[in-house]
């Protein structure tokens, strides 16, 4: 078992959909909880940061983290064009771990 | 434009090549890491320096060699390289090794080795 899952996609989406991107993790000792998203040929860029279970919300995202269900999950709202990205989560504990990513395409 | 900064963008080199990639920051971060990126997969970790010392290597092959030359630098030398080792390679830097700090990515240097 892994210890980061995501579904890599690829996921399609119209304009103005609610998005949905979940990771799930076997090790609890995971604190801190991070979404990066990356365009092609770019570096992944920092989206969301959370240590707590509960909802985080920056503008159109937000992250939600369950501890206890070893879940966590990044929204979007009124999805755009622009939000055609890889979003990958990433958990760390003094060692990072990167889920696998998953491709999102927002059709206008 | 991400405040961590890597040269060149693109590297093309053949296998007998000695080259460097540099990364920059000057956020005042005490820790830099080197991600190797295949396409379609997730940045792997390949070193980490904290407080200028590598306190991190993942096993990778001799052909890579990191430096740090001083807390805003950071260099990955390489040398002999195979086709395999073509691929985005990540600098990354965070304000210190525990968990809480996350991590700012520059945006690559893409290599090809001939």
Known sequence: QKEVEQDPG???VPEGAIVSLNCTYSN???QYFMWYRQYSRKGPELLMYTYSSGNKEDGRFTAQVDKSSKYI???IRDSQPSDSATYLCALDNNDMRFGAGTRLTVKP | DTEVTQTPKHLVMGMTNKKSLKCEQHMG???MYWYKQKAKKPPELMFVYSY????INESVP???SPECPNSSLLN???HALQPEDSALY???SSQDRTGNQPQHFGDGTRLSIL
């Open chain 1, 10 to 12: 690829p996921l399609s």
């Open chain 1, 28 to 30: 609890s000792a995971f």
């Open chain 1, 73 to 75: 999950s990044l929204f």
């Open chain 2, 29 to 31: 971060h005490r820790a």
């Open chain 2, 52 to 55: 200028e010392k590598l306190s």
């Open chain 2, 62 to 64: 001799s052909r890579f």
């Open chain 2, 76 to 78: 990955l030398h390489l």
């Open chain 2, 90 to 92: 990540l600098c990354a």
